[in-house]
């Protein structure tokens, strides 16, 4: 229980790896604010199964690409939980397609989600982090931005965004006492590698030298451990969980 009476704001909670972290985090005893988008079903569900962990949960609808949105969820947890100590930005979207067909749609509606819905958050939860001196800001990036991926200029640039925007903010913010860090992902059992076409799901995984996807526990545990007392003095750091990519 070494999060417990903290209180974790996790974007993307409904589903996948975020729901998986808000999992770990609720384990840790820390309670939860799950973000979704618009899958209200997969959050309550998520939301059930973090109370029934023994702490509190709240379930809030909000998209995080829009800054008044962002502004206004925080505000909404603040009042119900309490300010937030754990800032996870995990949710994330992918519209794929090789760069010479892709849509000027496309490209922004992908960092505007992944990259500046981070920011948002991140500019929400900031006073109180500076104000308290302490807090955890966790970022989902990929390896497809620190390492490129063909169909995918849009999401790569967004999550290389990210890794930049990690490491500026945890040099800005660490005499305030609080850290920010990335976790990069390789293939994760997801919807989001579900959509893959098949034929190149597999082709992918032959690079991998585990030889399968991730299970989301495995992503969450590392954010774990980046929220939790052992990660004090790490920051500005991007950790790959890619079974050895
Ligand atoms: P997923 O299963 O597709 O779930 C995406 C989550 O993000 C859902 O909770 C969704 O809410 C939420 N979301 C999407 N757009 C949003 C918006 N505009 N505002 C608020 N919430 C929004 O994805 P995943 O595979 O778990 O991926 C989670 C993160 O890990 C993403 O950042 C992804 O890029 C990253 N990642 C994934 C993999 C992988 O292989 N799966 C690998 C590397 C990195 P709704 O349920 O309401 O739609």
């Known amino acids: 229980m070494e999060l417990k ?6 974007t993307g909670a409904s589903r996948g790896i975020g729901r998986a972290i808000a999992l770990r985090l609720a384990q840790a005893g820390a309670d939860i604010a799950l973000i979704y988008a618009s899958n209200g079903q997969a959050a309550q569900e998520a939301a059930g199964q973090v109370e029934a962990l023994g702490v509190r949960a709240l379930a809030l609808r909000a998209d995080v690409s829009d800054f008044a949105q962002a502004q206004a969820a925080y505000a909404q947890v603040k009042e119900a939980l309490g300010a937030p100590d754990i ?3 995990n949710a994330g979207i992918t519209r794929d397609g090789l760069a010479m067909r892709m849509s000027q749609a496309d490209f922004d509606r992908v960092v505007q989600v992944n990259l500046n819905g981070a920011f948002y958050l991140t500019r ?26 063909p169909g ?3 999401y790569a640039a967004s999550k290389a965004g990210l890794v930049g925007l990690t490491k500026a903010l945890a ?20 919807d989001m590698t579900a959509a893959m076409n098949p034929d190149t799901l597999a082709q992918a995984l032959k690079l991998v030298p585990m030889g399968r996807a991730a299970q989301p526990q495995e992503i969450a545990g590392a ?8 990660a004090g003095y790490i920051t500005g750091q991007v950790l790959r969980v890619d079974g050895g990519m």
Not at 5 to 10: E, F, I, P, S, Y
Not at 223 to 230: I, S, T
């Open 171 to 190: 040099r800005e913010v660490a005499p305030r006492g609080i850290t920010v860090n990335a976790v990069a992902p390789g293939f994760v059992d997801t």
């Open 152 to 154: 995918q200029a849009n």
């Open 223 to 230: 954010v774990a451990f980046l929220a939790g007392p052992d």
């Open 87 to 89: 800032l996870v930005n």
């Open 124 to 149: 929400a939860a900031l006073p109180d982090f500076v104000r308290r001196r302490s807090g955890r800001i966790i970022n989902i990036t990929s390896v497809s931005g620190l390492d490129g991926n």
């Open 5 to 10: 009476g903290k209180v974790a704001l996790v």
